[in-house]
């Protein structure tokens, strides 16, 4: 069994930062890539950034707007979003997700789809008050 925890989560001031830590235990387990979603009520889970293990190539959502940055640490198997700049508009709760390999063609046309990823933390609670 896989599972991501994912911390760092709470409540901030707009213009504030936040680190955002997703961390991945279980198995026996190489994953592909990391990806961060965001869900607000009654909204769709959206894309924010994903992260490939091998290569630590980045994608992100164009609504980031260089805000936001993810990496990766291999040897803890720890995934991380350092989110700059935070806004209203960003609270959300926040979940990590495993793709456990890679599915062909062009990353920046499947990361961002989150029905094509295997594993799913619980959440993490981000709140910018204005």
Known sequence: QVQ???SGGG????GGSLRLSCAVSGRTFTWYAMGWFRQTPGKDRE?????????????????IE???????????????????SLNPEDTAVYYCAAMEFYLGGD??????????????????QVTVSS
Request: positive net charge; glycine residues 6%; aromatic residues 14%.
């Open 4 to 6: 991501l925890a994912e």
């Open 47 to 63: 894309f924010v950034a994903a992260i490939t293990r091998v290569s630590g190539s980045t994608y992100y959502a164009d609504s």
């Open 107 to 124: 990353p920046n046309k499947f990361l961002p789809t989150m029905d094509l990823y295997h594993y799913w933390g619980q959440g993490t």
């Open 11 to 14: 409540l901030v001031r707009a």
């Open 66 to 84: 260089g805000r936001f940055t993810i990496s990766r640490d291999n040897a803890k198997n720890t995934v991380y979003l350092q989110m700059n």
